[in-house]
């Protein structure tokens, strides 16, 4: 984080991304051994995780992105030999909102230029904007609903999160994408 700050203090071009688990998790959850944690690069210390979450905060970070990898249980059921990855596309906002918004650190439009706006103009795609007649892209969010993530109850293919058992604060209810609903919360 800090040769990205020092390369953008310079003048650099240059951007960084990160996603929720290394802001919100340490090393220490490799210590179970669970495969479901091992993921590239791998979680680090606390002095690691605070310079992350500085740098979402102060900007040097420009974008929060899932780095979604899943695996079956079969590729995750040994830690040794394990691929890296982990799954992020439902837990994503929840996480970000868990530990940057609900904490004051960051605003709801802060989240929102670091997980949406930022990343499109990054890969120079469309930043959607709501009016008259225009196709929804948005989300419908319950910005303070807790829930506990159950890898089983996840719509991926996969389970392989590092968020199992954890309470995160805020839930997607619905997703609209070219004005089509693509994702409707369930709760049985």
């Known amino acids: 984080v800090e040769l990205i700050r020092q390369a953008k203090a310079r003048g650099v071009k240059v951007t960084c991304e990160t996603c929720p688990h ?56 040994d830690f040794e030999t394990a691929p890296n990855g982990v799954v992020g ?47 929804a892209e948005l989300i419908l969010v319950d910005l303070n609903e807790s829930w506990t993530v159950d890898p089983d109850k996840l719509h991926s293919k996969s389970h392989n999160t590092v968020f199992k058992g954890m309470t995160l604060r805020g839930r997607v209810h619905t997703t609209i994408t070219g004005g089509e609903i693509r994702f409707q919360y369930n709760k049985n």
């Open 89 to 135: 596309l439902e837990t994503s906002l929840a996480a970000a909102l868990t530990g940057l918004y609900h904490t004051g650190k960051l605003t709801l439009a802060d989240i929102v230029r670091l997980m949406a706006e930022t990343p499109r103009k990054l890969l120079g795609l469309p930043v959607p904007r709501l009016h008259e007649g225009a196709d």
């Open 22 to 77: 290394y802001f919100l998790l340490t090393e220490e959850k490799l210590l179970a051994r669970d495969a479901d944690f091992r993921m590239n690069p791998p979680l680090r210390e606390e002095t690691d995780r605070l310079a992350v979450e500085q740098g979402v905060c102060d900007g040097t970070i420009d974008c929060i992105v899932t780095d979604h990898a899943p695996h079956s249980a079969e590729e995750k059921a």
